[in-house]
Structures are given as C-alpha cells and as structure tokens.
C-alpha cells in the first residue's frame, strides 16, 4: 500500500461515516415525522395486523407472565417503582382507547399521567396492580375479538398518531415489555448504588 492510499483509506471512512451521521440527523430533525410513521407500520401495525384479536390476547398473556416476573424480582427502589407505575399508567391509558374502539366512550385528548398510581403506593401493590392492568388489557382484546370494530378505526396515540386497536395491543404489549427490562433486582440495585 502506497503512502496516499494509507491516507486516503481513512479519509474515505471519514467522510462516509460523518455522510452518515449527518443523514441520520437530517432525517431526525426534518423528517421525524417519516420516521415515526415507519416505525408505526414497521414496528406495530404490520405485525399486529398478521394477528387475529384472540392472538394477540394471547401473546399479551404470554408477555404478561414476563412482565410479572421482572416485577416480582424487583427490589424495592425508587426507581423500580417508578418503572412500574409508568408501566401501569401507559396501560391503563391506552385501555381507555381501546374503549373508544369498542364504542364504549368518547376520545377525550389526554395524558397518561391521571392513570398512573397515586404516590406512596407500595412495590406489592404495584406488582399487583401491573397484573390486574394486563388482565384488563387482555379482556379488552378479548372483547375486541368478540365485537371487532369497523376496519379502518383508528384511535389516536398522542405521540405516535393513529393506531388501529390492533396496533395499540401491540404498542402496549411492546411498551410493557421494553420499560420492564429496566426493573432491577436486588443484587443489581445494590451494585448499581439504589
């Protein structure tokens, strides 16, 4: 190899990777919203929609039993009380959009915070409001599969933009999921200094 391409190798390296990052922030900053709407189809309705209600009632009671698990191991922290009481409250604010699906209530634009637990609730009562909130979730999809809406019902997600109720089974499934893995046990909470 040659003097000049020992230098142009990585210049070439270089200039790729910042082209990259460079997209990668042009497309956060001004394509956002292309972004979130793959991620919707990619992510939740594509998936969602190869499922049946009955399915996803199923896969919300398998994730469930994970779900249960890291909150049944978690050590009592600040923080895994936390963890699960945004968990609690994201479910039960999407159960009152699937409620707008079934035609039960009227969409009402809010945040998930008036669903969360009041302060002070313990990590038992925590862990057993995380299992009675699935339960909940998994009778809606239930009902969903019983009495499915029209095709082509949407509810919005503040956030995300219309969902199919499908789709906001599997958000809620995914959402569950993906905060729960932050729950620490108590061997990892004394590590970590909580």
Do not use: C
Request: proline share 4%; aromatic share 6%; no cysteine.
């Amino acid at each position: 190899m040659t003097k000049r391409s020992k230098v142009f190798v990585p210049a070439v390296v270089t200039v790729a990777t910042v082209g990259v990052a460079a997209g990668a922030a042009y497309v956060a900053r001004y394509r956002k919203d292309d972004v979130k709407e793959l991620f919707v189809a990619q992510a939740l309705e594509r998936p969602a929609a190869r499922q049946s209600y009955a399915e996803l009632a199923q896969g919300l009671e398998r994730s469930g039993i994970a779900l249960f698990q890291r909150a049944g191991r978690a050590a009592d922290t600040q923080a895994n009380r936390a963890v699960l009481t945004h968990i609690i409250g994201i479910e039960r604010w999407g159960q009152e959009r699937l409620r707008v699906a079934l035609g039960e209530r009227e969409f009402v634009r809010d945040e998930h915070h008036p669903y969360k637990p009041g302060a002070g609730v313990s990590l038992r009562e925590l862990q057993d409001l995380l299992s009675q909130t699935r339960s909940r979730t998994v009778d809606l999809a239930r009902r969903l599969n019983a009495s499915p809406p029209e095709g082509g019902t949407t509810v919005e997600h503040n956030g995300l933009g219309p969902l199919t109720p499908k789709g906001w089974l599997r958000y809620l499934a995914q959402h569950a999921d993906v905060e729960s893995r932050r729950v620490r046990g108590a061997k990892e909470a004394k590590a970590l200094g909580e």
